[in-house]
């Protein structure tokens, strides 16, 4: 059992399940969010994760980040979207605030 006042995080399929559906939400919008923006339709769509791959919390992080290259190299051999392939940037946060500011500049 976990210590009093902590909520108990389910363990498994459900919860490995429910990050990569986050994930691909995300990166679903930020795709609409390219497209609306008038990128030429040359230029492929640079999909970016900053996700924890070192520090203290990386084991899970390198999880959630392993399904991407399987959805990403299934959207390409569909021809990509609208016709224009994608491409997936990882940056690591370090598992920690200051990690994720990193990432983004």
Do not use: C, W, Y
């Not at 640079?46 to 290259?69: H, W």
């Not at 491409?87 to 990432?103: C, F, K, Y």
């Amino acid at each position: 059992m976990g210590s009093p006042g902590r909520a108990r995080q389910a363990d498994g399929p459900t919860n490995a399940r429910e990050g990569i559906l986050l994930k691909l939400l995300t990166a679903t919008f930020l795709i609409v969010l390219g497209i609306l923006s008038g990128v030429q339709a040359a230029d492929s769509i640079k999909i970016g994760v900053v996700n924890r791959l070192t520090g203290s919390f990386a084991e899970s992080g390198r999880s959630q980040v392993k399904g991407l290259p399987l959805v990403l190299e299934a959207i390409n051999k569909a021809g990509g979207i609208l016709g224009r392939p994608v491409e997936l940037r990882i940056e690591d946060n370090q598992s920690t605030h200051p990690g994720t500011v990193l990432a983004f500049s």
